[in-house]
């Protein structure tokens, strides 16, 4: 079993910025794509951003393109998900994935990930 443990989410303004933080555990790390997925109330889990395992390609949904930005600290095990320019409609309880996916497109599907975190609450007020 792998671990994921987020943290970063709170309370901001709109404008605002956080930096969300992924921490795995063991020694896998570098052998799975990592995902960025949220979850607003009443709603379903939708794709933010992912990394791949392999090349280090980030992907991002187009609500977010230009304003989040996806990294990895390797030695760390530590993948992040910088977000800028917070509006409202990001707000959502944030969750970091892990998963095996082969083939172009699968990052974004939240069945094709194996192991997730337990969330973190991002709050963007008005």
């Known amino acids: 079993q792998v671990q994921l443990v987020e943290s970063g989410g709170g309370l901001v303004h709109t404008g605002g910025s956080l930096r969300l933080s992924c921490a795995a555990s063991?020694?896998?790390?570098?052998?799975?794509?990592m995902g960025w997925f949220r979850q607003a109330p009443g709603k379903e889990r939708d794709f933010v951003s992912a990394?791949?395992?392999?090349?280090?390609?980030?992907l991002y949904a187009d609500s977010v393109k230009g304003r989040f930005t996806t990294s990895k600290d390797s030695p760390k095990n530590t993948v992040y998900l910088q977000m800028n320019s917070l509006k409202p409609e990001d707000t959502a309880v944030y969750y970091c994935a892990a998963g095996r996916m082969y083939g172009s497109g699968l990052e974004k599907e939240v069945n094709e990930y194996d192991y997730w975190g337990q969330g973190t609450q991002v709050t963007v007020s008005s």
């Open positions: 063991g020694r896998t790390f570098s052998a799975y794509t």
């Open positions: 990394i791949r395992r392999s090349g280090g390609t980030t």
